[in-house]
């Protein structure tokens, strides 16, 4: 036990770390002295009192992570609230069943009094994690006027699921919403590839220079993060 506790207090450190964009050299830390890097790095770097029932339920979630789900499960068999039935879905989206997450974010849509967005928004994340593209385009139809969704991560699902439906033209201008300089390189890799893959391959290639050439002026920490989407770009860039 004393084993998956260390485990536990190293995968919450690691995961804040990275979440956080923390220096390099805590990874190290909190790899090579598990429990005094652990302890330290959460002492200097997360710790204070109003943080500490957080801490306890994210290190019980990673050991345990169905308890939480269960727990909330008892508190909307006592109390059927938006709030209770929010805070479900969420848990079961970090336990990574997609499934039971989308039927208590739908549930939510029945509160009429509550604004809906969040839920719909998390639904399209959703349902183009399980490739239901016509329910993607369904919910993102539901909210498309709102602010909060232009140039969002929903704007550029739905975009995606339009173009595997087929919907190529209306798929463009959903996407060309994401092409932002400096930002969204990964949305914006997907959109050079939905330019090479309908012919259009000077504009793909065009944005593809774009992205590259924005990669030299990254930081060390956004090198790291989109090291992948950059090793595609190069890819790319050889074969046209």
Known sequence: ??????????????????????????????????????VIYIITQVYNKNDADKIQDEITSIINP????RDLEKKIAFSDTYANRMEL??????????????????????????????????LIVCYFRL?????????AEAIQSKTEFKGSEQQFFYGLALKEL???????????QIDRPYSN??????????????NRVDEGKALLEQIYAESQNMTKPNRRIYRNTIVEVERLLKTL
Not at 20 to 32: G, V
Not at 66 to 69: A, D, E, F
Not at 166 to 176: M, R
Not at 185 to 198: D, G, H, Q, V
Request: charged share 25%; proline share 3%.
């Open 1 to 38: 036990m004393y084993y998956y506790l260390i485990v536990a207090l190293q995968a919450f450190c690691i995961y804040h770390v990275y979440k956080n964009h923390k220096p390099y050299y805590w990874y190290f830390l909190i790899f090579f002295i598990p429990v005094i890097g652990s």
């Open 131 to 139: 490739k239901d593209y016509v329910k993607v385009v369904e919910h």
């Open 66 to 69: 169905t308890k939480k789900i």
């Open 89 to 122: 879905a969420e848990a079961y989206i970090q336990n990574k069943d997609i499934p039971n997450a989308i039927v208590n974010y739908k549930k939510t849509l029945e509160d009429t009094v509550q604004d809906d967005l969040f839920a719909r928004q998390q």
């Open 166 to 176: 087929g919907k190529v033209e209306q798929a463009e201008v959903q996407l060309k």
């Open 185 to 198: 390189y990964n949305e914006r890799l997907e959109l050079a590839k939905f330019y090479i893959e309908n």
